[in-house]
T-cell receptor
């Protein structure tokens, strides 16, 4: 079963605008990761934020994590047509047998950036 | 460094048949995870292997099995195929640096269609 929800399910914006996607999860986590998937292909890792971190940046990406609300957001600034893809958050449970190698994904947000 | 490779990329089978999918991880990565992606259920964790041992397993029936070889290459097998097994099967490898969950590197996937 999915760990949580992502919203919006779909987002359509113009090039140059910012895109914000939100993710909520249900259980305690070790870290939360964001991935991008282009058109039914493999996933590409974007950024990892640990449970003791609140914000992280990577290029045009900014991720926040609020463990008290069990939520995270991904901000893509100055979006480009090439950012068009599905974006997934994925959580990793605290260390232990049930966490090995297991990412628990949200349902994803489909982002469309119009040139 | 070469990425994660999966073979075959596309597969068409009929109900009742069995199928074997192959995954070659990034050199040096010893952890290999498998995921199933469908429009209805999203991305779901199948199992994870490390040093030829299955360390974690998702909630899938026993028809789904896997193994890992001494060179870290992994295979997954689905027996007695059902229509609902039609999906994109993704393999991911990681360094598995210890307690913390690591970023995973995904292959392009195998698209399985069951007729």
């Amino acid at each position: 079963s999915q760990q949580g929800e992502e919203d919006p399910q779909a987002l359509s914006i113009q090039e140059g605008e910012n895109a914000t996607m939100n993710c909520s999860y249900k259980t305690s986590i070790n870290n939360l990761q964001w991935y991008r998937q282009n058109s039914g292909r493999g996933l590409v890792h974007l950024i990892l934020i640990r449970s003791n971190e609140r914000e992280k940046h990577s290029g045009r990406l900014r991720v926040t994590l609020d463990t008290s609300k069990k939520s995270s957001s991904l901000l893509i600034t100055a979006s480009r047509a090439a950012d068009t893809a599905s974006y997934f958050c994925a959580t990793v449970r605290p260390a232990g047998g049930t966490s090995y190698g297991k990412l628990t994904f949200g349902q994803g947000t489909i982002l469309t950036v119009h040139p | 460094k070469a990425g994660v490779t999966q073979t075959p990329r596309y597969l068409i089978k009929t109900r009742g048949q069995q199928v074997t999918l192959s995954c070659s991880p990034i050199s040096g990565h010893r952890s290999v995870s498998w995921y199933q992606q469908t429009p209805g259920q999203g991305l779901q964790f199948l199992f994870e292997y490390f040093s030829e041992t299955q360390r974690n397993k998702g909630n899938f029936p026993g028809r789904f099995s896997g193994r890992q070889f001494s060179n870290s290459r992994s295979e997954m097998n689905v027996s007695t195929l059902e229509l609902g097994d039609s999906a994109l099967y993704l393999c991911a490898s990681s360094l598995d640096r210890g307690r913390d969950g690591n970023e995973q590197f995904f292959g392009p996937g195998t698209r399985l269609t069951v007729l």
